[in-house]
C-alpha cells in the first residue's frame, strides 16, 4: 500500500516511516441545489429540517446511489465483506417474469390460429 501521508510503499497496518495506519475512510458530502442557493452538507443532521424531509423523500427512489472510491486493498476488503454476508433466507425461485413472455407467445399462436380457421371457415362457405 501506499502512505496516504509520506507517499511511501509499505506493507502491514502501519506505515514504518510515519506511522500513518492502513485503514477504511468514510465520508460524506450533500449538495443540496433548491431554488437558486447551493449549499454543501457534510452529514444528513447538517441539513435543515426544512430540506430534510425532501432530501430523504429524493434519496429513496431510483434516482440515489452510493458511489465507493477504493483502491486494491479497499476492493480486497469490500469483496471480502460481500462474501460474508448472509446468504438469503428464501431460496431462489423462477421469476413469474420468465414464464411470462413464453405464455403470450403460447397465447398469441392460438389466437393466430384460431383467426385462420375463422377465415377459412367464412371464404369456404360462401364460395
Known sequence: MICPDCHRRFEGVSCPRCGAIKGIV?????LISAGETQNVYRSV??????LKRQLLRSTSGLN???IVIADREG???IAKAIRNLPASENP???????????LLHGIGIVLLFA???LIWFI???TS
Open 45 to 50: 443532521e447538517e441539513v435543515p429540517d426544512s
Open 64 to 66: 440515489s446511489a452510493t
Open 75 to 77: 476492493r480486497k476488503e
Open 115 to 117: 383467426a385462420a380457421v
Open 92 to 102: 431462489a425461485e423462477p421469476s413469474p417474469k420468465k414464464l411470462r413472455p413464453t
Open 26 to 30: 468514510k465520508s460524506s458530502t450533500i
Open 123 to 125: 371464404f369456404r362457405r
